[in-house]
């Protein structure tokens, strides 16, 4: 009787350890196939970043962000570009000469110019202006309207596009021109120095 029950203790050990064992591989199988679940969607999730960062990228580049209302031109697609500037300011309707509350003038008696009038504007613009590559690809050409202020110093200040933006990188450029501008001759009001609005016309053409 003893070595039976001795016999049958031995069973029931063997078939304790045989059963904690194959639990403990399935469970192993199974935190396994967790890991592995988790490691693809570490990897899914990588991938979904990627992408937007490259669509961020794509939507970043040039040509694309650069469009505004101005309308591409498929027969001048290519060609050389020129930049052409008016001679004088863009009129201002009649009106009192009086300063707005910043001081500003619309309207003076003398309008402030550029050093060497509208030749050494020109000149100026020749030398310093590159047309967007962006406007030649597309055959986009179009006119700017710069507005800034002239000081009592003849010192330019707050430069901006009036109206709505052409795109392209046009007022980008016409902007960028306008700020390396060396000091104008001030307007004038009743023979004083005033500090005086003023919008150029900047005319992107292609030949």
Do not use: H
């Given at each position: 009787?003893?070595r039976?029950?001795?016999?049958?203790?031995?069973?029931?050990?063997?078939?304790?350890?045989?059963?904690?064992?194959?639990?403990?591989?399935?469970?192993?199988?199974?935190?396994?196939?967790?890991?592995?679940?988790?490691?693809?969607?570490?990897?899914?999730?990588?991938?979904?970043?990627?992408?937007?960062?490259?669509?961020?990228?794509?939507?970043?580049?040039?040509?694309?962000?650069?469009?505004?209302?101005?309308?591409?031109?498929?027969?001048?697609?290519?060609?050389?570009?020129?930049?052409?500037?008016a001679?004088?300011?863009?009129?201002?309707?009649?009106?009192?000469?009086?300063?707005?509350?910043?001081?500003?003038?619309?309207?003076?008696?003398?309008?402030?110019?550029?050093?060497?009038?509208?030749k050494?504007?020109?000149?100026?613009?020749?030398?310093?202006?590159?047309?967007?590559?962006p406007?030649?690809?597309?055959?986009?050409?179009?006119?700017?309207?710069?507005?800034?202020?002239?000081?009592?110093?003849?010192?330019?200040?707050?430069?901006?596009?009036?109206?709505?933006?052409?795109?392209?990188?046009?007022?980008?450029?016409?902007?960028?021109?306008?700020?390396?501008?060396?000091?104008?001759?001030?307007?004038?009001?009743?023979?004083?120095?005033?500090?005086?609005?003023?919008?150029?016309?900047?005319?992107?053409?292609?030949?």
């Amino acid at each position: 009787m003893k070595r039976k029950n001795v016999f049958s203790i031995k069973i029931l050990s063997t078939a304790i350890f045989l059963s904690t064992a194959i639990f403990s591989c399935t469970n192993n199988d199974t935190n396994d196939a967790s890991t592995t679940t988790t490691a693809t969607d570490t990897t899914t999730t990588v991938k979904m970043d990627t992408t937007s960062a490259v669509a961020k990228m794509d939507t970043a580049m040039p040509g694309k962000m650069a469009v505004g209302v101005a309308k591409p031109n498929p027969a001048k697609k290519g060609m050389k570009g020129k930049v052409a500037v008016a001679e004088t300011a863009v009129p201002t309707p009649a009106g009192k000469m009086e300063a707005d509350n910043a001081g500003v003038y619309s309207n003076v008696e003398i309008i402030p110019s550029f050093p060497g009038g509208y030749k050494g504007l020109q000149k100026f613009f020749d030398d310093n202006l590159e047309y967007p590559a962006p406007a030649l690809e597309d055959g986009v050409e179009g006119t700017v309207n710069v507005t800034f202020v002239v000081d009592e110093t003849g010192k330019l200040t707050s430069p901006k596009v009036d109206g709505n933006d052409l795109g392209y990188g046009l007022d980008a450029e016409a902007l960028r021109v306008v700020n390396k501008m060396p000091t104008w001759t001030p307007g004038k009001l009743k023979g004083k120095n005033v500090k005086t609005k003023f919008t150029l016309p900047v005319r992107f053409v292609l030949y």
